[in-house]
């Protein structure tokens, strides 16, 4: 239980300190470079891609109900069978708790 605890303080500390970085860089010196921590070259430097798809036959299939699946559909408009009443058991005889 410890050692989780301590994994867990160390994982908070070290998100705390990355993401307070940055600040305290620019409190202690105004001129230095602190873009390394926000990524800003990153969206120059991601090209556009393009995604090519061809037409499938499956898109133009008719997805209605087939006729092996009509079982199904009793379930789904609420035709379903009522349950027996005579099968619910009796309470236990000892408290379980």
Not at 37 to 45: A, C, L, P, T, V
Not at 50 to 67: H, I, Q, R
Not at 72 to 85: E, F, R, T
Request: net charge negative; proline share 5%; with cysteine.
């Amino acid at each position: 239980m410890i050692f989780k605890r301590n994994i867990a303080l160390c994982f908070v500390t070290l998100f705390t300190l990355i993401i307070s970085a940055p600040t305290i860089i620019v409190s202690c010196d105004d001129s230095a470079d602190i873009s390394a921590f926000f990524g800003i070259n990153e969206e120059e430097e991601q090209e556009d891609i393009k995604l090519l798809f061809d037409e499938l036959l499956e898109e133009y299939e008719d997805f209605s109900v087939e006729a092996s699946k009509v079982e199904y559909i009793d379930y789904v408009s609420n035709k379903y069978y009522k349950p027996h009443l005579n099968l619910i058991s009796p309470p236990p005889e000892k408290r379980l708790a």
